[in-house]
């Protein structure tokens, strides 16, 4: 499948107005809602766009006791600057009451259109970046649809070749950490890598750094996928027969890649602080890591689409649905950053 042309430069200065930033709330019953009145109570000299149910987005303001004015718009509409206590939403409703902390599978489909919805948009050039709220994987599945994440599904929507997960956490110098996979059993994770994988990932992981994070030459971390990177194949072969041939074959083109590394000296300052982003085997080797540095300020950056798209380091929280008790630092964070990468471009 053809990956779809991103909008250019070109085609906003002919739309004209401020970037328009869109926002998916995620799971209606947890907190994705919340942050989302939450960041609107802060104004922008952007315009800042749920795609929701209006309602949705009123009941949670009340049960917050939150001033929320609603503005519903067509991509078709001049853009504007958003107020604070002031919100455009692009209108998409619900399949059911929602209730926070209460899952319910007949909202599945709500939150899949969504996020349909929001990235046409982008493709298409009537908004510049998606920042999503989290959704919760289980419900969509308890509903008869297969899905495995929003990187996956994005991937999907968009045509996207290759994709790479990539969080971001506001250390000093910033702490990159993408994933070569993403949300597989750990008994999966052996069997995924594999040199086609890697080449692939690598690459999108060094072109984006530099198309969009400006990096001219970035200097990559790579994980081994063993303990002590497979202890010279005492510990497992994927290092020697996997990953070390890919590494030494795209060094030969210059990318500046070290590694295989042991996972658990790779993250030390030392090693940090003289590279720009890390790339770990699987999920739970580098996150917990980047979490306990940033968590609640990361940002989770999907790599290798056509359009921007960044979204919050944490779940749907739905023990706090409703509560007044969500951070919004995660969701101002992923906005903030994706302000930054749509100008960028």
Do not use: W
């Not at 984006?208 to 200097?219: K, N, Q, T, Y």
Request: with cysteine.
């Amino acid at each position: 499948m053809p990956r779809p042309r991103a909008a250019s430069d070109a085609d906003h200065r002919r739309r004209g107005g401020p970037l328009r930033i869109l926002i998916t709330p995620g799971e209606p019953a947890g907190i994705g809602p919340d942050l989302v009145c939450l960041l609107a109570q802060t104004g922008s000299r952007l315009q800042r766009v749920a795609v929701a149910d209006p309602a949705l987005l009123h009941a949670r303001a009340r049960a917050l006791g939150l001033s929320l004015k609603l503005r519903e718009i067509d991509a078709a509409d001049a853009r504007r600057p958003t107020p604070a206590g002031t919100l455009d939403v692009v209108p998409v409703m619900l399949r059911a009451a929602a209730q926070p902390g209460r899952l319910d599978p007949a909202n599945a489909a709500y939150v899949l259109d969504t996020l349909q919805r929001a990235t046409a948009l982008c493709l298409t050039g009537e908004a510049e970046a998606l920042v999503t709220a989290p959704v919760h994987k289980g419900v969509i599945n308890d509903a008869g649809i297969a899905f495995c994440g929003h990187t996956e599904y994005l991937a999907a929507q968009c045509g996207a070749a290759q994709v790479v997960m990539m969080l971001v956490a506001p250390t000093t110098p910033p702490l990159r950490v993408a994933l070569a996979t993403t949300h597989l059993p750990l008994r999966a994770v052996a069997d995924a890598i594999s040199a086609p994988l890697l080449d692939r990932v690598l690459r999108t992981l060094v072109a984006d750094l530099r198309s969009r994070f400006g990096i001219a030459e970035p200097r990559v971390l790579v994980c081994g996928l063993n303990p002590h990177a497979g202890e010279s194949g005492h510990l497992g072969r994927e290092e020697i027969e996997v990953i070390a041939p890919v590494l030494e074959r795209l060094r030969g083109e210059g990318l500046r890649l070290r590694g295989p590394l042991p996972a658990d000296t790779l993250f030390t300052p030392a090693l940090l602080d003289a590279a720009d982003a890390v790339l770990a085997m699987y999920h739970d080797q580098g996150l917990p890591v980047l979490k306990h540095a940033g968590f609640g300020r990361a940002v989770n950056v999907t790599l290798g689409l056509p359009i921007v798209r960044t979204s919050v380091d944490h779940g749907t929280a739905l023990q706090l649905a409703g509560s007044g008790r969500a951070d919004v630092g995660s969701l101002r964070a992923a906005f903030t950053l994706a302000v930054e990468l749509a100008r960028a471009r």
